[in-house]
């Protein structure tokens, strides 16, 4: 195969890739929210259980500084509270309040609608070709990042 299959190949991924992070962006703007907060949200709803700041921070591949700082936001704006984690301190499991259930049922669940809609767009062997082979290609870059990464510095 060659480059130029190769390099349109990728072309087309990234151009499909950051029109679908646009799409999810105008979402969060039409939920009032920046991006990150509507990603912590988003996760919380998805994972119907409370989770601490350190998996939110890993699930969401952000900085912990990033989500705690939205984080901060969401507590004092009454949607989101912060309790003690198996009595440690300093990790703290991040919960809906009822303020912020309401919230989530005119927003995020509203997007997980939106969701559903398009991917009943796609029939069932569509959906799951789909994730097989984002699941596949994730695998292979994942693996030739980690051998580039094994043998070369960046700007080196």
């Not at 060659?2 to 991924?13: I, R």
Request: glycine share 4%; net charge negative; aromatic share 8%.
């Amino acid at each position: 195969m060659g480059q130029e299959v190769l390099d349109a190949f990728w072309k087309s991924n990234d151009r499909i890739y950051n029109e679908n992070t646009l799409l999810y962006h105008r979402l969060a703007r039409a939920c009032g929210l920046p991006d990150c907060a509507f990603w912590l949200l988003y996760t919380l709803r998805s994972e119907e259980a409370p989770l601490t700041q350190t998996q939110l921070s890993e699930q969401l591949s952000l900085p912990k500084q990033t989500v705690n700082s939205a984080l901060k936001k969401l507590v004092e704006e009454g949607v989101l509270r912060l309790e003690a984690a198996d009595g440690n301190l300093k990790n703290k499991r991040v919960c809906l309040t009822e303020a912020g259930e309401t919230f989530l049922r005119r927003t995020v669940d509203r997007v997980f609608g939106v969701e559903s809609a398009a991917a009943a767009r796609l029939t069932e062997e569509e959906r799951s070709a789909l994730v097989a082979l984002s699941q596949k290609l994730l695998d292979a870059f994942r693996a030739e990042t980690e051998a580039f990464l094994q043998t070369a510095a960046i700007g080196d």
